[in-house]
């Protein structure tokens, strides 16, 4: 992996580049969940739309459920 902090070059241009020289940021929670994301929107300078690349630990799984139930209003 490069040093880069960022795909932008010196004139705030998007450069190409490899999905692996984005950050990888590591994610846990307990014992059952973990896996690593690289942001790649951000490390392109996006700020409008959102992709990543999920790395999930061999064992593991991906997230605790985030989603509400649905809940019926009489």
Known sequence: ???????INEEGISE??????????PFSHGERFGSSFRHLSSFAGGTHVG??????A???????SH??????LA
């Open 58 to 64: 061999p064992g593991k799984e991906t997230n605790p």
């Open 51 to 56: 992709a990543a690349l999920e790395e999930l």
């Open 67 to 72: 989603h509400k139930p649905d809940v019926m």
């Open 16 to 25: 190409p580049f490899v999905a692996t020289e984005a950050p990888l940021d």
């Open 1 to 7: 992996m490069s040093a880069t902090k960022s795909a």
